[in-house]
C-alpha cells in the first residue's frame, strides 16, 4: 500500500499517446492555443492532410491506433477560449462542462503543469477535469467525493466553486473537502470539513469520486496534483475503479 499521494505517481501507466490535428482549416491561432495547453509536456502534437476525411478533427494515438477522436470546436468550447476565471465566478454551469475525448484519453499520463504567470493555459487543464468529476459525481446523486482546496477560504471567496459543492451535496454525494483552515465552510455548505497544515493539506490538488456500489464502475475519476514548487503541479487523471478506489481509502485512512 502506498505510503503518499506522491506514491500513485509510480502506479499510473503513463501510455505514450500523441495528439494529431486532421485537415485544419482553423487559423494558426487556434493550433498555437492546442500547442500552449501542452507545451513542454510528453503528448506530441502534429498534423496532417487526409483525403475523404472531415476537415478540423483531433485525433489521440497510441500504438499507432486511433483511440478517440474529438472535433477541434469541442476543445475550443471547453477549453481553449475559457478563461479559468469563468469557473470560479460560476459563469460557466456544471451541466455545461465537459472534456472532449482526446483529452479524457488522457488519463494516466503524467503532466507538470504551470500557473500563471508563466502558464496562462496549463493549470487549466486540471481546473476542468476538477470540474467534470464533480460533474460526474453530482449526476451520479449518491457515493464519496474527495476535494483539497489547499485554503479552505477558497469555497466562500470563489463563488463559482461554492456553487458546484453546494450542488454535489445537495445532490446526496457525500462531500468532504480538505484545506488549511483559515475558513469553516461546513458552517454553510453540506460538505464534512478536514482541516491541516501538513504537506497534503497545503500543496495537494485532487478531486476523487468513488460511486455507490450499485452505480456504473465507469463513474470513478480522480485526479491528483501536487505542487512542489510555487504554481507548477506534477499531476495525472485517471478512470480505472481499483486505482481510483485505492486513492480515496489513502486519503479517507491517511488525512
Known amino acids: 500500500m502506498t505510503g503518499s499521494l506522491r506514491g500513485f505517481f509510480d502506479e499510473i501507466d503513463a501510455p505514450s499517446r500523441s495528439l ?34 472531415d ?40 451541466d455545461e462542462i465537459a472534456l472532449p475525448d482526446v483529452l479524457a484519453g488522457l488519463d494516466e499520463v503524467p503532466f507538470r503543469l504551470r500557473g500563471y504567470p508563466h502558464s496562462n493555459k496549463e493549470k487549466l487543464l486540471l481546473i476542468v477535469v476538477s470540474r467534470v468529476i464533480e460533474r460526474i459525481a453530482a449526476e451520479t446523486g449518491g457515493g464519496t467525493l474527495r476535494a483539497s482546496f489547499q485554503r479552505l477560504s477558497r469555497l466562500e471567496d470563489e463563488r463559482g466553486t461554492r456553487d458546484v459543492y453546494e450542488a454535489v451535496g445537495d445532490a446526496g454525494v457525500d462531500v468532504h473537502v480538505y484545506g488549511v483552515g483559515d475558513a469553516d465552510p461546513g458552517a454553510t455548505l453540506p460538505v464534512t470539513v478536514h482541516q491541516g497544515r501538513s504537506y497534503p493539506y497545503r500543496r495537494s490538488w485532487f478531486v476523487v469520486f468513488t460511486p455507490p456500489p450499485a452505480a456504473d464502475a465507469g463513474r470513478h475519476a480522480a485526479l491528483v496534483a501536487l505542487e512542489d514548487e510555487p504554481n507548477v503541479w506534477d499531476g495525472f487523471w485517471t478512470f480505472r475503479p481499483e486505482l481510483v478506489a485505492r486513492i480515496e481509502r489513502h486519503i479517507a485512512t491517511a488525512l
Open 20 to 53: 494529431v490535428v486532421v485537415n485544419r482549416t482553423e487559423p494558426q491561432p487556434v493550433r498555437n492555443l492546442l500547442d500552449a495547453l501542452l507545451e513542454d509536456q510528453s503528448v506530441a502534437i502534429s498534423e496532417r492532410d487526409l483525403p475523404e476525411t
Open 55 to 94: 476537415t478540423d478533427v483531433v485525433l489521440l494515438i497510441e500504438d499507432e491506433e486511433v483511440i478517440a477522436r474529438s472535433a477541434l470546436d469541442e476543445l475550443l468550447e471547453s477549453v481553449l477560449l475559457i478563461n479559468s476565471d469563468l469557473y470560479k465566478t460560476g459563469a460557466v454551469d456544471l
